[in-house]
């Protein structure tokens, strides 16, 4: 696996922009570009550290997912078995007991919930139900935003949004169909389809000469919106904001592509589903291999996986299942000693798709360690269990080691239903954000599971 | 997210809400302050209404426009415009990202999201490869920039941005935007001593700014009325010609607009026909109606395949097939009442459907046009497979799924959320008593229930109208073994099978208003405010005036006030 030499590149570039000539590339020594302590890639560089959310809708069946034991004796039951089997279970923390404390709404208020630790903005109470947006960035943009002002922090992609079961949900605003929000009705939409991310992250060719002009285009367009904005409401006005800094995220890629990468081979043009059944391993295999190049390469440090979305009519055919999950969460009868077999089995099958993923960073050696090594990642859903639809009794995973920083393999077990923003503010500290709380109104928490931090 | 509440065997523990007939409520705020909305609990009022009851129409609020807002390109108006600026033979664009939906539209929610990270790139990398294209052709190149200029001075180079700018932006470009694409193509001209290359840079410029990716619509200020702005022809040009062909406006347009044809209703009226009088407002306008009946969720209906031997992978597309075509027939082809899209017997259909259709003769995969017998079961778009199968599960019917559409998206009688926390609780099947039909079923568990009952009156008894068609909408006259009870009222007025509950749901005022309300706000792209109350008011007697002809209420939507106009 190769080593992107991003960093260096961009910030030579972006000297030279400032001296004028947008292509001097008058490197200095590597050394001086680093830290000199902590763990070294091949090429001399720090190994990063990297943040990501992957998230499944619907929730779990809490009598097979809470383990037996706590700390670093736990049990798995059936529900987190796959995680044993993959061989990742030391590095994977299960957090148990924990609610959101904005809960008015179960799927609305535990998206956005979990996502920003606070509550759902409303665009309107429509039809049966209401519309919501988030009122805050989601926190994979928590952790971008501060990353990306950091020029040691930076990457070519301030972060990568991927979907992997199509979306079967409701337009019941931006918070039933995406994850990754800058703010309310500013999303960052998840790519589906393998091919498009794999040539958007590895196929464009490199032409410094066309980069140049390309600049001068895009400083262009970015004048333009700014000559618009004194005409535009206060709202218009903030969605061109965030345009033009679309705009600066492709000219912090100008002249750089993770040049010393190795290019991975492209997937499938094309996933199938004949009858309408979903190649979701085959999908979710094959986006975690890009995404796991994607970090390799040092393109991007910030992730977001959306397995499924809040509360997701995805069919689990792979389990016998030929009605959507959400509405089996509603409607599976009790049957013998599991209350809702189908349920329990698509949340395990979800399981071992996450398990993939987290395998697939383990596989791939970094420095003396490997990928996962790096990594702190949220795990989790917008439901307790999709039976009963409440907020309380989160399912929460935090995977990594998050470069050292994180204890891993522990089960923390919440005395008292502690606000879900705790587990939040703890991944938060463990890759380096020092803010005091996280967290909104009843949403807002400055406590962090110790346990997990080293 | 739907719960329990719309679950055909749950019983919801207390599902009491308010049931809301076309009362006034207080609009949403159409633009999102970062703060929490103080107002963003549900609210459940405990003492259900058992049924409408006739209201007195309130003395409406005075007129007023709805601010004006920056509307994206939807992913469809952006490939059509593309291309219609570019010129024919280009490959479509396809690395976009889908539409968001909001309100039940996507252009509601074009007028609301953002061009993020992802859309930037995509643009940008869109407007390069296709500017490439184009000039990596000799004749296509010539016949883009109408000279072939030496130097990046050259008159004919700002001849050119003039031509093109207004083509691609709907609009003149100023001296100033002249200035700024001329002067990028001299930096690049500079840089890389090549004029033709610093043209199509400027072009895939040009296609990136947010004049093009935006319609920017902002009004002039209106001097007879300072509250107000009139949107300005050029304006009007973009907004007649997205609405009715779902692309930029063509040079007649532009010339229309220049001319201040658009600025008076009658110079709308002239634009708006020519348009509809052309295959592309077909397309367009379709959209509508497919967005309304939510046909893009056919896609990724999953029935169960033991239970339905006929389902295949290609029916879902044949069941859109059908309604699209079933809608253009009576709205566009025969431009007739509008109404009759509900008892038709005139329909569409290929092999497969025709299997589940049990008609004999129909061979292939290609759509064809049928009349249903008059003693058939089926008459209109409420009994096409493709409605039956999108409101039932995979193996069952859903009443409840049913009655609800008809309910909230045909006649907009909205029913409030149930009370956040719901806990349904599965009642126990004795396996000793005798068989139910789903709808014996229902009347015991959503029906007989007090707090269940109050939503469920509202959805399921019109769902029942169905229940001769089954999951995937063939015809049937049993459900598990009994006979199948189709019969029920509609707001008072008998019914005993799906074509008369769908001639009563034909005669009801509500439908037709409630189409009025869905397709000024897929129009205008927002959820309508308590200011265009008028607007939406006069549109309906408008449909009535003109014997609910849909072209010619897409005229009178036009030439509407809160269609021509913006807030200040």
């Known amino acids: ?454 | 997210m739907r719960g329990g509440w719309v679950s055909i065997v749950a019983l919801a523990a207390a599902c009491q809400g308010q049931i809301g007939g076309e009362l006034p409520r207080p609009s949403a705020s159409p633009s999102p302050s970062p703060s929490p909305s103080p107002s963003a609990s549900p609210t459940v009022s405990p003492s259900p209404t058992p049924s409408p009851s006739p209201t007195v129409e309130p003395e409406l609020p005075a007129f007023a426009p709805a601010p004006a807002s920056l509307r994206r390109l939807t992913r469809i108006e952006y490939q059509n415009t593309i291309a219609d600026v570019l010129g024919p033979g280009l490959p479509v664009p396809t690395d976009l990202e889908a539409d968001t939906t909001l309100h039940g539209f996507t252009t509601v929610a074009a007028s609301a999201l953002n061009v993020g990270p992802l859309a930037a790139e995509q643009y940008e990398k869109i407007a390069l490869d296709l500017s490439a294209r184009v000039f990596a052709d000799p004749a296509r190149r010539a016949a883009l920039l109408g000279c072939a200029p030496a130097t990046v001075e050259d008159p004919c180079v700002r001849t050119f941005l003039e031509r093109f700018g207004r083509r691609a932006w709907r609009r003149p470009l100023t001296s100033a935007e002249l200035d700024r694409w001329v002067g990028v193509a001299r930096t690049i001209d500079l840089r890389l001593g090549d004029v033709a290359t610093s043209l199509e840079l400027v072009t895939a410029g040009l296609l990136q700014s947010p004049a093009f990716l935006y319609r920017v619509e902002l009004g002039v200020s209106d001097p007879a009325d300072p509250t107000r702005r009139a949107y300005t022809g050029w304006e009007m040009a973009s907004r007649l010609s997205y609405l009715i062909w779902g692309t930029t406006p063509d040079d007649a347009l532009l010339t229309a607009a220049e001319g201040g044809a658009l600025d008076t209703p009658g110079g709308l009226t002239v634009e708006a026909r020519r348009l509809l009088a052309d295959p592309r407002a077909k397309v367009a306008l379709g959209r509508f109606f497919a967005e309304h009946f939510k046909l893009d969720r056919l896609a990724g209906i999953t029935k169960d395949l033991a239970t339905f031997p006929q389902m295949n992978g290609a029916l879902p597309a044949a069941m859109r097939a059908e309604i699209e075509q079933l809608i253009a027939r009576v709205v566009f082809d025969r431009n007739t009442d509008l109404r009759e899209i509900f008892d038709t017997r005139s329909t569409f259909v290929n092999a497969d459907l025709a299997r589940v259709y049990n008609l004999p003769g129909v061979r292939g995969p290609g759509m064809v046009e049928v009349t249903l017998p008059d003693n058939s079961p089926r008459a209109g778009v409420l009994t096409t497979a493709g409605f039956l199968a999108l409101y039932s599960h995979a193996s069952v019917t859903s009443p409840t799924l049913r009655g609800r559409f008809v309910r909230q998206s045909l006649l907009c009688q909205e029913i409030e959320p149930p009370p956040a926390g719901l806990i349904t609780e599965l009642p126990e099947v004795d396996p000793n008593a005798p068989p139910q039909t789903l709808r014996q079923r229902l009347e015991t568990l959503h029906l007989a229930v007090q707090p269940c009952s109050g939503c469920h009156s509202r959805m399921d008894p019109l769902g029942f109208g169905f229940e001769a068609f089954d999951a995937i909408g063939a015809y049937r006259t049993t459900d598990n073994g009994l006979p199948v009870d189709a019969s029920g009222s509609f707001d008072g007025q008998a019914f005993r099978n799906a074509r008369e509950l769908a001639s009563r749901v034909k005669a009801s005022p509500a439908v037709s208003s409630c189409l009025v309300k869905m397709a000024y706000r897929y129009a205008s792209g927002h959820r309508e405010t308590d200011g265009e109350r008028r607007t939406l008011r006069a549109l309906d007697e408008s449909l009535a005036a003109a014997n609910y002809r849909f072209q010619d209420f897409v005229v009178a939507l036009v030439t509407s006030d809160g269609f021509r106009m913006a807030g200040e």
């Not at chain 1, 912090?252 to 592509?257: D, E, H, N, P, S």
């Open chain 1, 1 to 454: 696996m190769g080593i992107s030499r991003y960093a260096l590149n961009r910030r030579t570039f972006l000297r030279g922009m400032l001296g004028g000539t947008a292509l001097s590339f008058a490197l200095p020594p590597l050394e001086a570009m680093f830290a000199p302590n902590g763990d070294r890639l091949a090429h001399g560089a720090e190994i990063p550290k990297r943040f990501g959310v992957w998230f499944w809708g619907n929730g779990v069946r809490r009598a097979h997912w809470i383990p037996d034991g706590t700390g670093a004796a736990w049990m798995p039951r059936a529900e987190l078995q796959p995680f044993v089997t993959a061989g990742v279970r030391d590095y994977v923390s299960p957090i148990t007991g924990l609610e959101i404390k904005t809960a008015t709404h179960p799927h609305h208020s535990g998206m956005t919930g979990i996502m920003t630790g606070a509550r759902y903005f409303e665009l309107g109470a429509v039809r049966d139900t209401i519309a919501t947006t988030f009122a805050y960035p989601s926190i994979d943009q928590v952790v971008a935003e501060r990353w990306a002002a950091d020029p040691m922090t930076r990457a070519p992609y301030r972060s990568l949004e991927v979907g992997i079961c199509r979306f079967r949900g409701t337009d019941e605003g931006t918070t039933f169909q995406h994850l990754s929000h800058n703010g309310p009705n500013n999303v960052n939409p998840s790519e589906y389809e393998p091919i498009r991310l794999f040539r958007r992250l590895f196929g464009m060719p490199l032409d410094a000469q066309k980069d140049v002009a390309r600049a001068s285009v895009l400083d262009a367009v970015k004048q333009e919106i700014d000559a618009l904005k004194p005409r535009l409401s206060m709202t218009d006005r903030g969605r061109l904001e965030q345009h033009t800094a679309s705009i600066r995220a492709i000219e912090m890629r100008l002249g750089t592509v993770g040049a010393s990468c190795v290019r991975p081979g492209a997937p499938a043009e094309d996933y199938p589903e004949p009858s309408g059944q979903e190649p979701i391993a085959a999908k979710n295999a094959v986006m975690s291999d890009i995404l796991a190049t994607a970090l390799a390469c040092d393109l991007v440090r910030v992730f977001s996986v959306m397995f499924s979305t809040a509360g997701a009519g995805t069919v689990f055919w792979q389990v016998g299942a030929v009605n959507g999950i959400h509405q089996i969460n509603h409607d599976e009868r009790a049957m013998g000693a599991e209350p809702q077999p189908t349920v329990h089995a698509a949340t395990t099958f979800t399981m071992e798709q996450l398990a993939y993923f987290l395998a697939r960073l383990r596989n791939t050696a970094e420095g003396a360690g490997n990928m996962l090594d790096s990594c702190a990642i949220l795990c989790t859903s917008e439901l307790s269990e999709g039976f009963v639809h409440t907020n309380d009794e989160f399912p929460i995973l935090i995977a990594g080691k998050a470069g050292g920083a994180l204890r891993s393999g522990l089960h923390y077990r919440s005395p008292s239903r502690e606000n879900t923003s705790k587990a939040l503010l703890t991944v938060l500290r463990a890759i380096g954000d020092p803010r005091p709380s996280f967290g909104y109104l009843a949403g807002e928490t400055n406590q962090v599971i110790s346990d997990l931090l080293v």
